[in-house]
């Protein structure tokens, strides 16, 4: 019956028809020559509440991310794109650094350290462009959001088709580094994004993107990542994962109303020897989806806007998995409900309630986030 929901849920996308939104790096490819500076933040407060929504725990206040972008755009060929991310206000990232050289209007050739073109929030991630406070979990756990690594690519757009592609070939994530393992039934593959730090690499992966925009409001997405997770022991096959990754998600924005979806699959190869090896118990299928809906309740009346929405969620890490029993505290659901006032498209003041539940219990527990977002 599960199976069969997530069939039904992916199959449902054909039905929808997506928008030709802008991130931060999109922006500084269409500016004009010199140098070119912005950035985005988040500062969060999350609480934990009881049965009565009274709190039950220390709540916690956090500058969650500050971003500073920078490029440069020598020519009209050539253009720097980079994004220096400041996480919980010590923690200090490169989220992108690459040189993207134009072949022609609807071309360009890239390398360097990019976002890998999976989902819609690894993508588009600066904090007014979603709802909620935090970004979702699928994103998080499933994608896994930010998720970057170095190599090189091709992009451009078919503009008779309505359709936008990305190409690229890159470094694995590491999932073994010197007798620990960097990836968990838990969190996935979360732990082995290399960052574009020293990053480990003896074959590379690949990923690519399409996106449909030809319909008023809307935009289709469908992604893939194939390859080998790389391992600081070059010669143990038992040390790395094989990754087979697809997604497809959906975007409309169209007067007050908006909406989303977005299906994720990963299917992992050698995990029983990479377990057996490393001691951990990541599971052999990972797969997450979530839906969302919203609505301008100012549309017409106000220059800004106060969305009213409401996402349901799910994500498992262990979907499936090799030589032992799945852990039902790993199959997660996330319900949502929430507002965001946006003072204007590069900022919002969040609020959201949420739900969380686990298959291994049906008691849920209850979350208030409250959140201030920027992008400039």
Known sequence: MKLKSHILFALSFLAIPLIQAQNTAENILGAKEGLIIGGYGQIDGNFNLDDDNKMNSNGKLDVHRLVTFLGYKFNDKATFVSELEYEHVVELYVEQAFLDYKINDNM??????????????????????????????????????????IGVGINGRLDEQSINYQLMMVNGPLGYDNGSANFSGKKGLRGGRQKGAEATVSDFDFAGRLSYFGMLGWNFGASFYKGNSETSDFEADSTQVGITM????????????????????????????????????????????????????????????????????????????????ANADYDRTDKTVGLTYKLNQGAAIKADYQLKSTEASSEETKHLNLGVAVWF
């Open 246 to 325: 697809m997604g497809v998600d959906a975007r409309y924005n169209n007067g007050p109303f908006q909406a989303r979806g977005q299906y994720i699959l990963a299917n992992l190869e050698n995990t029983a020897e990479y377990n057996a090896k490393t001691g951990a118990d990541v599971g052999s299928k990972l797969l997450g989806y979530y839906l969302e809906a919203g609505y301008n309740v100012l549309d017409g009346k106000s220059e800004n806007e106060l969305i009213v929405f409401g996402r349901y969620e799910n994500y498992n890490t262990h979907e499936e998995t090799d030589g032992f029993h």
């Open 108 to 149: 360009s050739l890239q390398a360097g350290l990019m976002l890998i073109p999976m989902g819609i929030q690894n993508l588009y991630h600066e904090p007014p462009t979603f709802n909620g406070v935090e970004r979702t979990n699928v994103d998080k756990y499933i994608v896994p959001t930010t998720w970057r690594e």
